[in-house]
Structure formats: C-alpha cells, structure tokens
C-alpha cells in the first residue's frame, strides 16, 4: 500500500529548496533582534507586496480568513448589511462576511470559468448590500470591472478575494488594485506561501489601510490607546521573511505554473471526456489550480488516487449548501451551475518544480481512469 503519492497534489520541498538558506538567514536576524511581531521585516515586505500588486497600501496580517474580514469592516460592513458572494469559493469568503456581523447573499457562477457569475451579482445587489466580494478562483482574477460603475453608483463596495492569484492580472491590472480594497491569503499551499498561517489587505486607499491596521491591532492608534473594538491580527515577522524569500521568485514559480498548464492542455487535448479549463479573455493566469471536469468524478479521483496520483477536488460544496448556513440561505436548486460543477471538478497536482514525467503520468492515469 503506498503511502506516499507518487505525484503529490504540492510539493512545498521544491520550494523551501530555493529559500532554505535566506529564511535562515533571516529568522537568525529576527532571533538576535527579538523583533517578532512587526518591526522592519513585516514593513519590508507589506511594501513589496504593495508594488507587486500595483498599490500604494498593503497591511500584514495572521491569516486570509482575518484580511477579508478586515477587509470588509474597513469599506464599513457591519450588522443588518448584506454582502454578495459566489457560491463556488471556499467557505471562507462568507464566513468572513458572518463574522463582520453581515449576511451572505451568494449568487451562481460563470459556467466556463467557475468565476462568479457578474449580471446574477448585479442583480443580487438590495439597499441593504454593502459589498461585493468577487473571488479570483484557480488562479485567474474575475470580471471585476462589469460590478464596479453600478457598484459605485449604488455606494456599494468591491471587495476582492484574492486568496488564490498572487500575481496574476486583467486587463494588466495586477490582483489586489483592481476592486476598492483586496484581500489575501499566504497558506502555505498558495501560489505565495508561508511555514503557516498569514495573509494580507492591499488597497489604495490609505484611510482604508489605516482602519484595517487599527482594527487588527485591538483597536489601538497608539500603546494602551483603544478607539474602538478590534482584534489580534498580526503578520509575525518571521513569516514575513520567509513571504519575502518567496515574493522574490514568484514571478518565475509562476512562469513555471503557466508552463506546466499549457502542458496539461497539449496532454488532454482531444480527450473528449475531459474540460480542461477556460482562461477568461484579458487575464493572466497564475494556475493556483488546475481545474478539469470530468464525468463520474468520484470514481475518477478515487482510481487516480489508487494509482499514486494526488489529485482533489476545490470546492465538493458550493458554500451555500454547507451545513453552517442550513435555515439561513436559499438552499439546492439556488445555484445551479456550481452545484453541477461541484459534482464534476477535479484538480490535478500542479507546482513550481513539476515535472513533464509526472504530468505524462497524471495525464495517462487519468485518460486510464476514464475508460
């Protein structure tokens, strides 16, 4: 019986490879300092990560679950508002519009890309909505300009989930500047990874900045100075180093990625139960994930995972079918396209490192698994 995949879904060894000598490095300098949390690491890269999205702001900080809800508290979400988001996202996205004290109206998705579905999101928008949180799913950001003019107009805020496209633009426009204010995650699995839990908020806004760092400092401007009721949300300067490491090479890690996709889609070509992906016109993909739709996809996933190969599935539930939010949301039947897709996505193993070997592998255990 094999305990180890033969193709991992990741492979994070390949990247602590490239950065194992300068995280060292630096967590040494940490360790002498004693500058744990904030300081001139945490400062160094909240501003290199704001150049790389194209913004004048970014606030570290614990974790992406934490930067979407400060995100949303920022732009004023709060009590009896409603936020609009897609049903195909991880459940994050509106558990963080719960914990804003906020109700989640989730809307369909895109039946190409999976991306939330834009008209339904208009047409979603109430006078109680405050926000609008598009997802940048896969790895490829979403339509965001078809919300904004009506989002503006109706005082309704754009929020994107920027979680799983580090790097990655529309129309040249970088993820994390093209809504009012962006959030994102630095899980060690995502395209910018950390040794644990981190995430960011990017905007060019500096009152928006400004509030978010106030809120994930317990409210505090100043020591023992609390304006208003926060919460602890600090990015530690030790993850900082090692998101800096990373922030680096990124742009090659994602070369890497588009490469590997591209070969994905030589390999599967004219594999006529296969969907291989859509890339939505004026988008660079950064391939967070590489989403195909096959059919008998629970037979499918378990063959390959028999056969070594570290395939998934993102997301086996829209979140509005999700138990948590049972009695609250409309339930099956509300969202047809990601309830369908749902039960027919499948992510094959994609990173910085794979090799063509094992993606001919996945590709000839999967065309198997489909016989």
């Given at each position: ?17 490239q ?70 996202s ?27 579905d ?18 940048h ?29 580090q ?109 291989r ?14 989403v ?26 829209p ?53």
């Amino acid at each position: 019986m094999r305990t180890k995949s033969e193709v991992p879904a990741v492979d994070l060894a390949v990247q602590h490879a490239q950065v194992a000598d300068e995280v060292q490095r630096g967590w040494a300098e940490v360790l002498a300092t004693s500058a744990f949390v904030g300081g001139p690491r945490v400062e160094e890269f909240e501003q290199s990560y704001a150049q790389l999205c194209g913004v004048a702001q970014c606030v570290g900080v614990s974790n992406g679950t934490d930067a979407i809800e400060l995100a949303l508290r920022a732009v004023g979400v709060g009590p009896g508002d409603e936020c609009v988001v897609p049903a195909n996202s991880f459940i994050a996205t509106a558990e963080a519009v719960v914990r804003a004290g906020a109700r989640p109206v989730f809307v369909d998705c895109d039946p190409d890309t999976y991306l939330i579905d834009t008209e339904a999101a208009l047409a979603a928008l109430t006078g109680r909505t405050k926000a609008v949180v598009p997802v940048h799913l896969y790895g490829q950001p979403a339509p965001v300009e078809e919300l904004l003019e009506a989002c503006a107009q109706r005082g309704v805020a754009v929020v994107e989930d920027a979680a799983q496209s580090q790097g990655a633009r529309r129309n040249g426009v970088r993820s994390g500047a093209l809504g009012d204010i962006a959030a994102t995650s630095f899980y060690p699995g995502k395209n910018l990874g950390a040794y644990g839990d981190a995430g960011a908020v990017t905007t060019d806004s500096v009152t928006l900045a400004e509030h978010v760092r106030l809120v994930s400092r317990h409210g505090s401007p100043r020591k023992y100075e609390h304006t208003e009721i926060g919460f602890n949300s600090r990015l530690d300067a030790l993850q900082a180093v090692v998101l800096g490491a990373k922030l680096r090479r990124l742009p090659e890690w994602n070369v890497q990625r588009r490469r590997a996709a591209e070969y994905y889609n030589e390999l599967l070509d004219g594999v006529g139960a296969v969907v291989r992906p859509t890339v939505l016109a004026g988008n660079e993909h950064v391939w967070h994930l590489y989403v195909v739709r096959v059919p008998d996809r629970e037979r499918v996933l378990s063959t390959l995972i028999d056969d070594g190969i570290g395939a998934a599935v993102h997301y086996p539930t829209p979140i509005h079918l999700a138990t948590a939010f049972d009695g609250t949301v409309p339930g099956r039947g509300a969202c047809p396209v990601a309830e369908a897709a749902a039960a027919e996505i499948l992510s094959l193993p994609i990173y910085p490192g794979i090799t063509r070997t094992q993606q001919e592998r996945v590709a000839e255990c999967l065309i198997r698994a489909l016989r």
